[in-house]
């Protein structure tokens, strides 16, 4: 797993984008999981790769730009501030990286435990339960004959 870097990890539930400069990031493939960690070292979190895409600021669509994970990255303007204080010199080929983000890991582990105790809790139940009526005769004694 590749670690891609950030220097503010802010990022959306599902959607983002970010954008580096060159192109040696636009070899990553669809479905590859990225380690997405903070300059310091810090882990955030983990993606998993939609779509990498070679363009050139000029050609860089604006409707792309409202999934940039960074806040002040999300108009051309600020891109380019950024990418200026990031690397200096830039461009002009950028890799713009699309990558999901799940931002809710604990609840569908929380749902799973849940399903999972339910489950377990539901079998205990039944599994010490004394047998139906039915399965007794006239006397109250559980008939075990298959």
């Known amino acids: 797993m590749r670690d891609l ?8 539930d599902g959607l983002n984008i970010t954008v580096r400069n060159g ?30 895409h070679r363009t050139r600021i000029d050609k860089l669509p604006d409707c792309w730009l409202k999934f940039e994970n960074d806040p002040a990255c999300t ?26 983000v799940d931002l809710t890991p604990e609840i569908e582990d929380e749902i ?16 010490s339960s004394e047998s139906p009526a039915s399965d007794r005769d006239h006397q109250g004694n559980t008939n075990h004959s298959v």
């Open 5 to 12: 870097l950030f220097k503010k990890p802010v990022f959306h």
């Open 23 to 52: 192109d040696a990031w636009s070899s990553l493939i669809l479905g590859e999981k990225v380690v997405l960690r903070q300059t310091d070292g810090e882990i955030y979190n983990t993606g998993t790769v939609i779509l990498t």
């Open 75 to 100: 108009t051309k303007d600020g891109l380019k501030e950024t990418l200026n204080q990031l690397y200096g010199e830039w461009g002009p080929t950028l890799t713009v990286i699309f990558f999901d």
């Open 112 to 127: 799973t435990q849940l399903a999972l105790n339910f489950d377990s809790d539901f079998l205990d139940h039944t599994l």
